[in-house]
Nanobody, 114 residues
Framework: QVQLVESGGGLVQPGGSLRLSCAASGFTFNNVAMSWYRQAPGKGREFVAFISSAGGATNYLDSVKGRFTISRDNAKNTVYLQMNSLKPEDTAVYYC???????WGQGTQVTVSS
């Protein structure tokens, strides 16, 4: 069956870095564009970053441009989100999303706090 399993979240100090991973299975990963979204406490789910199926096109939320990088390894069926210069306002549950099959992962918590 289809699965998206996020990992890599945790507690980090402001200015720190984390790398999130989303391992996909149960569908043809290299045919599907992917995104990362996030949801902070008491707020709606927010788009963070997009990558096309072959990885040639990306797009970002303005507030993360220059700090976050989305990438994918189609040989490993995995999409990544490298997050640098983290800020407290980046605290949220981060989800990966597969467009063509409209499927969400279960999320991974990122907390940025001193």
């Amino acid at each position: 069956q289809v699965q998206l399993v996020e990992s890599g979240g945790g507690l980090v100090q402001p200015g720190g870095s984390l790398r999130l991973s989303c391992a996909a299975s149960g569908f043809t990963f290299n045919n599907v564009a992917m995104s990362w979204y996030r949801q902070a406490p008491g707020k709606g789910r927010e788009f963070v970053a997009f990558i096309s199926s072959a990885g040639g096109a990306t797009n970002y939320l303005d507030s993360v441009k220059g700090r976050f990088t989305i990438s994918r390894d189609n040989a490993k069926n995995t999409v990544y989100l490298q997050m640098n210069s983290l800020k407290p306002e980046d605290t949220a549950v981060y989800y990966c999303y597969a467009y063509a099959i409209d499927y969400w992962g279960q999320g991974t918590q990122v907390t940025v706090s001193s």
